[in-house]
């Protein structure tokens, strides 16, 4: 008791419950702002062979299954058929691309992961199924989904930083070179509206640097 008065026993939260996927190669993992344990699941789609779509202030846009060109490859009707997934996993709340929010309410599977099952970011109404906690089990089978989707981005992107590094000074192009000149352990805060969309639609993935949005 503390000054006399009752003893406050404190409320200890159960362990989250995590919901088990079938195995599956064609999974994509989408991370929006505000999410958490993104190392953990960013691990994990590797391991799985899935692409991993990340916002920038979702702080998955890293490592060799980023797909950093998201916003042109779902925005071309051509790629988006031939891409929906068996299951989509998202953390955080998506929606600086609305071609990517366009196709999420495509995907038959969506699971949607919030740490408070009272609340949860579904911005496209399409969250199939709603967990604490996934395990994504890694799957037999080759790796043509993610080389697929790799294969796309790089071109993409290839073709943007051409645009960009032709075209002079632009938004765009501050928001790309920015990000590559800041230095490890920095935090960038982006404003919100176009400055947070040139960076989603221009930053190339990276380590190191942490980004906030005023969404």
């Known amino acids: ?33 505000g999410a958490v344990n993104v190392r953990r699941y960013v691990a994990a789609a590797g391991m799985a062979g899935w692409p991993v779509v990340s916002e920038p202030s979702g ?7 980023a797909v950093s060109a998201y916003h042109f490859l779902l925005g071309t009707a051509e790629f988006a058929d031939e891409h929906v997934p068996d299951v989509v996993v998202t953390l955080g709340r998506p929606g600086v691309s609305r071609p990517l929010l366009s196709w999420l309410k495509r995907v038959e599977e969506h699971i949607v ?25 890694v799957a037999a089978g080759d790796d043509a989904w993610l080389h697929a989707w790799r294969r796309a981005d790089l071109a993409v992107r290839a073709a943007l930083d051409e645009v960009l590094d032709a075209s002079g000074l632009s938004e765009p192009r501050v928001a790309r070179d920015l990000v590559d000149l800041m230095p490890n352990g920095a935090l960038l805060f982006c404003g919100s509206s176009m400055p947070i969309r040139d960076l989603d639609q221009a930053m190339r993935p990276r380590r190191g640097l942490r980004v906030l949005a005023n969404r």
């Open 59 to 65: 702080g998955g846009r890293y490592g060799d299954h």
């Open 113 to 137: 992961v919030a740490p408070d099952l009272s609340r949860w970011p579904d911005p496209t109404r399409s969250a199939t199924q709603v967990a604490q906690a996934v395990e994504i089990p």
């Open 1 to 33: 008791a503390v000054g006399g008065g009752t003893w406050v026993r404190p409320r200890v939260a159960p362990p989250a419950v995590a919901l088990h996927l079938p195995p599956t190669r064609r999974g994509v993992l989408v991370i929006g702002d």
